[in-house]
């Protein structure tokens, strides 16, 4: 029995109760029909316990569900049982920031817009340095170095072997917020320049002159899986990360997210748009 399961453990017991409900059956049912207590179904739902890829597949059979992408995928989020790097923090750290390493670690896709901040994997040391500074209350300096070394670590993402794709839109406040002053905020804006010559980040501006648009007044993190039943949007708020996943919310920012893409430059006319702003400092 697992005291304290992942946001992934927790997130694949979700999916295995959405597919029971769809069929029409309680916990105590289909105990009867495994030949199990319902307290074991309850445990599998809950990510209190591991469950087989063998499993997954005959609970799938008994619910009627024929979507093989999904039941691949469920699958494989059951057959990983990995510990990642960010364990290293948990004793450290409030879990739902080992959550959202987890969920970039296993993201087919990353898309994110903000409007007043620079997005995590984006920042350098010196900024998240003095991001976290501002926390309230204010967090004890080891606390500190603490969360700006998990943030870091975090940004493996963007180098490995095969690194996550980003979709990036960065609204112009955010870029003339000048975190730790105008050194920092220059070396900020100089390795937006650099990361958004990767290959596989795509990043975009919104400038002051596009107006008013939906979506402007929050931070949108939105991760892909690998099938569309398992992506994962995260709310930036300042008590931690906020992970939403029903189907009318993964539509909601869908739509938000286009939107913003749509009115913001491309990716060339982003690049010149930065090195300005970089220039004035």
């Keep these: 029995m697992r005291s304290n399961p992942t946001g992934r453990q927790l997130r694949f017991g979700a999916e295995l109760r959405k ?12 105990g009867r029909i495994l030949g199990v ?3 074991q179904i309850s445990n599998m739902e809950a990510g209190r316990v591991g469950v087989s890829p063998d499993r997954v597949r005959a609970l799938a059979g008994h619910y009627g569900c ?18 990642g790097w960010w364990e290293e923090y948990r004793e450290i750290l409030p879990g739902p920031l080992l959550d959202l ?6 993201a087919q896709h990353l898309r994110t817009a903000v409007t007043v901040h620079i997005p995590g994997l984006f920042q350098t040391v010196e900024h998240a340095r003095e991001v976290f500074r501002q926390d309230v209350p204010a967090l004890p300096p080891p606390d500190v170095e603490h969360r700006v070394s998990f943030r870091i670590k975090r940004q493996a993402v963007l180098y490995r072997e095969q690194p996550v ?4 839109v960065i609204h112009e406040a955010a870029l003339r917020m000048q975190f730790g002053g105008t050194v920092v905020a220059r070396k900020q804006l100089e390795h ?9 980040i795509s990043l975009h ?18 991760s892909h899986g690998p099938v569309r039943q398992l992506d994962t949007i995260n709310l930036d708020q300042s008590h931690g990360p906020v992970f939403l996943d029903t189907d009318p919310q993964l539509e909601k920012y869908r739509v938000l997210l286009n939107r913003m893409e749509s009115i913001a430059l491309g990716r060339e006319e982003s690049r010149t748009f930065i090195h300005t702003i970089a220039l004035s400092l």
Excluded at 101 to 106: C, D, K, S, Y
Aim: aromatic share 6%; net charge negative; glycine share 6%.
């Design 165 to 168: 794709p980003q979709q990036v």
């Design 37 to 39: 207590q319902q307290n």
């Design 19 to 30: 597919l029971r409900e769809h069929a029409g059956l309680t916990a105590t049912e289909t």
């Design 66 to 83: 024929t979507d093989q992408a999904l039941i691949a995928a469920l699958c494989e989020m059951t057959a990983d049982r990995n510990r």
């Design 101 to 106: 390493a987890e969920v970039e670690h296993h």
């Design 192 to 200: 937006l320049l650099a990361l958004s010559e990767l290959p596989h």
């Design 205 to 222: 501006v919104i400038a002051f002159s596009a107006g008013s648009f939906a979506g402007s007044g929050q931070s949108i993190y939105y």
